[in-house]
């Protein structure tokens, strides 16, 4: 009897996780699938007739936004390691006995909602704003320039949504870094920018990626930044997706692109994760 | 009405917001998008055939053993009517049927998203009578056999006090399935300390002098109006052709910078920062922004024409309470209530002998709520005169979805560049 239980033990603990999954990801995907292959509207009810044309329709319609927002999350996801490197690095091993606090500084921001933050940036780069208004002052920027509604406003906004998410993955692959593996670059006689580079960097490697991981699928698939930061020119595939499904009910077109997105994004972070080796992803899961 | 019962200066602040916090609230919501595909999946459709009308003995099939239970819920916009609901404590004093009001509806695409599924499995909703502005959704949810048959032998005061021009509107002949709540006005609002010139037409939003300070509409509808207006077509009378024409104009607006950015109810902000000048903008908000704030915002019904909106009671076929409802109804089109909640809402009233008793009421206060009461009472927007409402058009109404599918697909491209 026993025996049976230890025998079932593994299974009985993976299955509210595997139920959790089933019931919230597999069957919603599933029925998304089916409904971009549907055909009709909303008051006649939609038909599953494989209606392929809805995604030649949507990539017609909506290539444009869909690769705009491959760009905005890379540029962003970019941006995002440039900044969150040297803080991570300097939290790893400046930090001393503050580490944890300044860490907490770091999220203390993120305490409050995203949405509300967004719109608090709204108030930052308002053509009256305290950003925009010193710089016409001084006659820095011509009268009709503006931010708000810039691909600059976008991009600035998800860098700064997605600070932390870049910043903890990193903090904790060099805070893992063994000072003696430094010291002993050191005493092998690489100054320290060559012992970074061979040393520290590739150590920090994993912490990287799983930032990427973390940052650039969110970022890309973001609608909130350009919805409340954007301009007439500036539409995420985000934006697109949200507006078919709740406010035109066009659930074909809506499933449509959420699986073309996915699908992209999937292909990048495959490709990605190949270029980068796949050794390191797995340490990263290991972790 | 007694001047006690006016809102403090703090809540109609809050006032100027209301059309902010309704469609802001939903579209952050990005996850419920998930859980829609998953509602909508396997829902069947109702309308086999649109019902634009109803068949003649649908009333009374509908109506034929329904009796009074004494509770009604009420689902509305946010800050449609005073927070201490001093209408519905009357309501409850006088019928005994006591009311739940919700400020649930938020936006029309997503509310309509939300209760299909329910109404499609002829479940009910949970509320008993909704407000429904007339637009695209107005017609999904008439077209698939999802609102009551209104009984007009039950609704004697509406017969009685509404105004004619809402007894005769395209979106809802003879008032067969709604009765309105309150009505607005689309129409062009400017900041008079930045522009020197009168503005007096639509065509002024297309003057390359303004490039980069002028602020449109992102909802479809609207825009498309101002564009067919622009063009000489009257919304209503407009064929696929007119739409075509039209989003060439707006896109001619777009590609010439002159458009500044497609805004939901945050333009009302956006004038007031001074990010644009010259904005599409809802008649109330107006209002509203120039009592709270002592703005100085202009607001005109342009020369060729402006479009007009109203949001309707409605009661949803599967309603539990309609009876009940149908009286709640009726009761707010008695004058003194109407003009109770006109005073609060700022809204263009349907009940034109309002416009009489919030002028006594005016009489009867003091100080700034007499003011504020005898601003309302001559306020165009409240109660448009008869050469404004010439110039009012309703929105573009579709014989069928496909059709309403084609109009989104031309416009939407402007609004999502």
Known sequence: MNRVKRQLAPYLLILPG????????????FTMLSLSLQEGDVVNGYRFTFHWQTYVDAMEDYRTQLIRSLIYGLIATVVLIVLAFPAAYWIAFYGGRRKSTYLFLLLLPFFVSFVLRTISWKQILADQGPVLSPLRDAGLVPDAFHLLGSPAAVIGGLVYNFLPFMVLPIYVALERIDPRVVEAARDLYANPALAFRKVVFPLALPGVFAGVLMTFVPTTADYVNSEVLGGPETTMIGQVIQKQYLVNSDYPTASALSFVLIAVLLIGVFAYARALGTEDVMKVAAR | MSASHLPDPSVIRGLTQRRLG??????????????????????QGQGA???????????????????????????????YMDPKKPELKKFTAETGITVNYQ?????????FAKVQPQLAAGQPIGYDLMVITNGIQFSQFRDSGFLAPMDHAKLPNFTKNAAEAYKKTAYDPDNQFSIPWASGITGIAYNPDKIKRPITKLADLWDEAFKGKIGMLSDTQELANFGLLANGVKPADSTADDWEKAAEKLK????????????DQSYIDALGRGEVWIAQAWSGDIFQKNVSEGSNLKFVIPEEGATMWTDNMCIPITAKNPLDAIMLMDFLYQVPISASLA?????????????????????????????????LADSPLLFPTETDYAKLHYYVTFATPSEQQE???TFEPIVLG
């Not at chain 2, 400020?103 to 509310?111: A, D, K, L």
């Not at chain 2, 001619?252 to 805004?263: A, G």
């Not at chain 2, 005073?343 to 006594?360: D, F, G, H, L, T």
């Open chain 2, 407 to 409: 109009f989104q697909k």
């Open chain 2, 22 to 43: 309704r469609r802001d609230a939903l579209r952050m919501s990005g996850l419920s998008a998930l859980g829609m595909a998953l509602a909508a999946c396997g829902v």
């Open chain 2, 103 to 111: 400020e649930v509806i938020q936006e029309m695409g997503p509310w």
């Open chain 2, 49 to 79: 055939k649109p019902a634009a009308s109803a068949a003649p003995d649908a009333v009374a099939k509908f109506w034929t053993g329904k009796t009074k239970n004494g509770h009604v819920d009420f689902a509305n916009w946010p800050l």
């Open chain 2, 252 to 263: 001619e607006q777009k590609t010439k910078k002159i458009v500044r950015n497609y805004y």
């Open chain 1, 18 to 29: 595997s139920l959790w999954l089933l019931l919230f990801f597999v069957v919603p995907m």
């Open chain 2, 343 to 375: 005073e609060y809402i700022n809204y263009v009233c349907p009940v034109p002998a309002a416009q009489e008793q919030i002028r006594k009421d005016a009489a009867a206060a003091s100080g700034e709520d007499k003011d504020y009461l005898e601003s």
